[in-house]
């Protein structure tokens, strides 16, 4: 198949995954709810009232994102699995890239919107400016490195019950550099005189680095 | 600790890791191979029979 | 071939080498290298702590080239000696941190110091882990299992650069406590000695890795056997 027919069946599978993510709701709710209980709790336990809040929020934010977003991904495929569509797509003449980008596409997308619905309620809770350009673009870069390398991980079913909480486990050592950039980029983005361009530098390699093994080893995952 | 004890300390967690590692190895081949001897032997008089 | 000669070799040269080298190591760390102006005695420590260091990344270097193999050919061979070497890495990198441990004490007044390479090394440590726990707990002879679990080593493999970089930028960019740069270039007496005790190392690692790839061959096998033994039962039944 050519490179079009293959992007506009891309689209299309994107557009259905997103349609999927529409009508079964509850594992897009529960990773928006994990968030914000994690946030909340995170404020309890730290007490993020005073003045130490600029230090302690990039930290916080991006430990939400990674764990929610790693739990919202884990099950990526489930569904599509259980239904025999995976199975239909992998026989038919689509490539797995096009399979892994749309499903990749689409989980980036959800939880763009969770995180920045996170950021605006922070905003609002802890008087920071958290909803500014600069942050969101970090949250953006960020988002795409972690979720192409979780959906990656979510593709295979081990074939045990408690693969959910395997995924945690393997992606997370793997993810210390884009945790690293994306604390540092986002406590720089919140200083006066930001300095960010090192980190967000770091961090775009992460993620062209994680988006480009992600998308080549796929074909052979599954 | 004095400095020798930590260079001591040290030295012994390397042999020591290194020969109980070889210890659990060697048993464990040793297991495997009793196994799968056992199971080629019952396969072939199975055969047999 | 040349890699089944080499494997060949396992029982007859791999040990008694091993064993010269490393009782050669021990004496010449102990006895013949000279004491360090600085640091003293504990500095011996150097000779056992480096050449882990190089042996768990070599065990995990043959790791990550066998899952490529794997992936490549679909041989389950190479998806034992993958794991095989993986173990091995674990203890060496275990070893290594131990090791460093028992020196930073005296040197740097604590056990443990955030400094990009330690913190690497840490990390490999999860990551390679991760793995073994992934594959141990699923049945060995999935294919889908082996495939997942090379991929994931051959990523955690290549993250290495990352990591170290990513560290070492965060450790850099914050203030941070003077770690003293200690010994930058060896005196010749001490390189020598260095050289012996890597070789030494690097041959035990490569012969527990040998081992560790003859176990879990014998794992397949056996479940292999246990496979033809259930078929035979239900055909005479």
Sequence with gaps: MTFTTQLEIGLKLFNANLKQAWRDKTNWMTAGMFAITALLLYSFAFNLTGGLVRN???????????????????????????????DALKISPIHPMTIY??????????LLLIEFALLLGATILFSEPLFIPQLLLIVTIGTIGYTALSTLLSAINLDRNNGGLLLPVLALPLL????IASVEATSASLQEEANTAPWILLLSLFTIWSAAIATLMFPLAD | MSEVGFLFAGFAVFWAGMFTYLVILQVRIRNLQNQVDMLENTIENHDEI | MILNNIYELRWKVLPPAAGVAMIGMAALALITAPTEVVEGDVQRLLYVHLPSA???YFAFSVTAVCSVLFLLKRDFKWDSAAQGAAIVGLIFTLLTLMTGSLWGKPIWGVYWQWDPRITTTLILFLIFSAYLIARKSTSLDSDKSARFCSIYAIIGFLDIPLIHMSVRWWRTLHPQPIIAKLNP??????????????LAVILVAAWFITLGIETELLSQRLLKLKAIGKANISEKS
């Design chain 1, 56 to 86: 302690l929020l990039p930290g916080v934010i991006w430990t939400v994102f990674l764990f929610s977003g790693i739990f919202a991904t884990a099950q990526s495929f489930q569904q599509d699995r259980q239904n025999g569509i995976l």
């Design chain 1, 101 to 110: 980008i749309a499903k990749t596409l689409t989980n980036i997308l959800m």
């Design chain 1, 176 to 179: 210390v550099p884009l945790l």
């Design chain 3, 54 to 56: 190089l042996a768990s």
């Design chain 3, 185 to 198: 270039a060896l005196p010749d007496e001490m390189l020598l000695v260095t050289l012996v005790s890597v």
